[in-house]
């Protein structure tokens, strides 16, 4: 099976969409039956690339302010970068440039293609008046929809019940994904730099309105517990939310965007991770924390719901619920030592079962016809 791979989430750009299509297209390609070409549809270069890659090609291309244009002439060189060879089908990996392409060049070379939506492609979309014309169309057309989510295939499924929906959920490999010695002596110096009888907070990504962070610390304030615990915020956050942490004292340490390996300190300095989004999709953030044997405090939605689902002694709270957020922070204030090590080794094993690349590429050979 020849695929082509519509992307405008790729390395070297940072975030967890970029990490997916990378982690993903590397698993597909091992499987022998499959070639894929990835098209990188890039806003930052001028000039078309392609390189040979194990298990395809690598193709990038120019997206200038006229996108129309540039979609159009991306077509054409795809057409010569191909030397006669046929494609069975596209992938369109969320975004909204993929999901725009996609319909258009299956149309001109009459074969089919899939959408894969990822947590915000469907969210946001779906309320954009603007986006929404393009969402719909790719949809509709497409033969198979793949999300990170059930909650996402159930919402696809209720206003498109004849499209063929499949979850494909996140993964990570815990052999690959473990802390050095270097990352040990560093997560110690950091915690050497605060007080020992707090609990520790870490909140990893891109901490955008949606992950809940403002919401979280606006509940310790409200509790009183800013001597209870210590935030480390590694990420953007917003200037109203910094000014909110200053304002009312709040202990926390804030790094902002790292390489994705230098993050590994932050999580092993960390008693808890906590990810209290109102929505979301399926944040590589949980699995990373799982995978180095650290404790959970997720907002039961979305794809954290999943993951609760295979877990049920993950600590977790309703999302945007006050009353039960107090209610947990409480619990993790009374848990012993025994109880937290319990949870974070059933927190690990779950993610080492149900998560690993093995099955996400199992899930994704269901969604391109090969499993």
């Given at each position: 099976m020849h695929i082509l791979w519509l992307t405008e989430n790729y390395?070297?750009?940072?975030?967890?969409?970029?990490?997916?299509?990378?982690?993903?297209?590397?698993?597909?390609?091992?499987?022998?039956?499959?070639?894929?070409?990835?098209?990188?549809?890039?806003?930052?270069?001028?000039?078309?690339?392609?390189?040979?890659?194990?298990?395809?090609?690598?193709?990038?291309?120019?997206?200038?302010?006229?996108?129309?244009?540039?979609?159009?002439?991306?077509?054409?060189?795809?057409?010569?970068?191909?030397?006669?060879?046929?494609?069975?089908?596209i992938v369109a990996f969320g975004g909204y440039l993929p999901l725009l392409a996609a319909p258009v060049?299956?149309?001109?070379?009459?074969?089919?293609?899939?959408?894969?939506?990822?947590?915000?492609?469907?969210?946001?979309?779906?309320?954009?008046?603007?986006?929404?014309?393009?969402?719909?169309r790719a949809i509709r057309t497409a033969q198979t929809i793949s999300v990170v989510t059930k909650s996402k295939a159930n919402e696809i499924q209720y206003l498109y019940p004849r499209q063929k929906v499949i979850v494909t959920p996140n993964s990570i490999d815990t052999a690959e994904w473990k802390a050095?010695?270097?990352?040990?002596?560093?997560?110690?110096?950091?915690?050497?730099?605060?007080?020992?009888?707090?609990i520790h907070l870490g909140f990893l990504g891109y901490l955008k309105e949606k992950k809940g962070l403002h919401f979280f610390v606006e509940n310790l304030v409200k509790m009183q517990l800013q001597d209870q615990f210590y935030l480390w915020i590694v990420g953007e956050i917003s200037e109203t939310t910094e000014h909110y942490l200053q304002r009312h004292q709040l202990p926390y340490t804030h790094a902002h965007s790292l390489d994705k390996w230098a993050t590994i300190p932050y999580y092993l300095v960390a008693d808890f991770v906590v990810i209290p989004s109102f929505y979301d999709g399926f944040p590589n953030t949980l699995l990373e924390a799982a995978a180095l044997q650290?404790?959970?405090?997720?907002?039961?939605?979305?794809?954290?719901?999943?993951?609760?689902?295979?877990?049920?002694?993950?600590?977790?709270?309703?999302p945007a619920d006050p009353l039960s957020l107090q209610k947990?922070?409480?619990?993790?204030?009374?848990?012993?030592?025994?109880?937290?090590?319990?949870?974070?080794?059933?927190?690990?094993?779950?993610?080492?079962?149900?998560?690993?690349?093995?099955?996400e590429i199992k899930q994704w050979l269901k969604v391109v016809g090969e499993g």
């Open positions: 390395f070297p750009q940072k975030g967890g969409m970029a990490e997916s299509c990378d982690r993903i297209v590397y698993g597909l390609r091992k499987i022998p039956s499959i070639t894929l070409d990835l098209l990188y549809l890039n806003k930052k270069t001028t000039v078309p690339q392609v390189k040979q890659v194990v298990g395809g090609q690598h193709l990038e291309v120019p997206i200038a302010d006229d996108v129309a244009h540039s979609i159009q002439m991306a077509f054409l060189w795809i057409v010569q970068q191909a030397n006669g060879k046929k494609y069975d089908k060049l299956a149309a001109k070379w009459n074969i089919p293609y899939i959408v894969a939506l990822r947590g915000n492609d469907w969210d946001t979309a779906l309320l954009d008046n603007k986006r929404l014309p393009v969402l719909d050095l010695p270097t990352d040990q002596e560093k997560a110690l110096q950091l915690r050497q730099t605060t007080p020992d009888n707090r650290k404790n959970l405090l997720l907002a039961n939605v979305d794809g954290m719901a999943d993951f609760i689902e295979k877990c049920p002694q993950c600590p977790s709270f309703a947990n922070l409480l619990a993790l204030l009374r848990s012993t030592p025994a109880e937290k090590q319990a949870q974070a080794q059933e927190i690990y094993q779950t993610t080492r079962t149900h998560f690993s690349p093995k099955q």
